[in-house]
């Protein structure tokens, strides 16, 4: 069965300092990986996605994961933040074949201080 | 751009009631989901729609949920009989078919069981 872990529960970084969330998966095979921010009272927004290719994924609001086979994992980074990233984030894996059901890790909120 | 949309917001219910929580996917995707995410834990599949029949559900989805889709355009998620267990966000993902595999999610329905 897929499972996927964020091993921070919350992260405080400052404005303008870099980030890295982290991501690991359990799968049998290659993953389709996803992250999605939840800013409050927000659905879930796609930042970016991996599928097959290049392991560096650039997203949106100059977000980048890398896929990393040998350890299972799919860091979420941001060279400098800004306080509007303060948000929850979710990893979510998928099955390849179809449109099968994300699972998603318990989520990282980032807080952002001046 | 087109997006999901759920109603209610938010929907306030005494235990044992019926509660239907509503979603209007993107117009031209043919895959549907409802997902749930209890306060403080991650987001959960709960089921999955396409061609007018369930295609999987998970261990959560018992008989006291149904999914409809009663038109063109809304996909309905049914409670039975409400437990207050069951208080938590559910959220609504469409996605096209193909090998994108995106899912775009709503911006959720607060269930709160009194």
Request: hydrophobic fraction near 35%; proline fraction near 5%; include cysteine.
């Amino acid at each position: 069965a897929q499972s996927v872990t964020q091993p921070d529960i919350h992260i405080t970084v400052s404005e303008g300092a870099s980030l890295e969330l982290r991501c690991n998966y359990s799968y049998g095979a290659t993953p389709y990986l996803f992250w999605y921010v939840q800013s409050p009272g927000q659905g879930l927004q796609l930042l970016l996605k991996y599928f097959s290719g290049d392991t560096l994924v650039q997203g949106i609001k100059g977000f980048e994961a890398e896929f990393k086979r040998s350890q299972s994992s799919f860091n979420l980074r941001k060279p400098s933040v800004h306080w509007s990233d303060a948000a929850e984030y979710f990893c979510a894996v998928g099955a390849r074949g179809g449109n099968t059901p994300l699972v998603f890790g318990k989520g990282t909120r980032l807080s952002v201080i001046a | 751009e087109p997006e999901v949309t759920q109603t209610p917001s938010h929907q306030v219910t005494q235990m044992g009631q019926e509660v239907i929580l509503r979603c209007v996917p993107i117009s031209n995707h043919l895959y549907f989901y409802w997902y749930r995410q209890i306060l403080g834990q991650k987001v959960e599949f709960l089921v999955s729609f396409y061609n007018n029949e369930i295609s999987e559900k998970s261990e959560i989805f018992d008989d006291q949920f149904s999914v409809e889709r009663p038109d063109g355009s809304n996909f309905t998620l049914k409670i039975r009989s409400t437990k207050l267990e069951d208080s938590a966000m559910y959220f609504c993902a469409s996605s096209p078919q193909g090998q994108t595999y995106e899912q775009y999610f709503g911006p959720g329905t607060r269930l709160t069981v009194t």
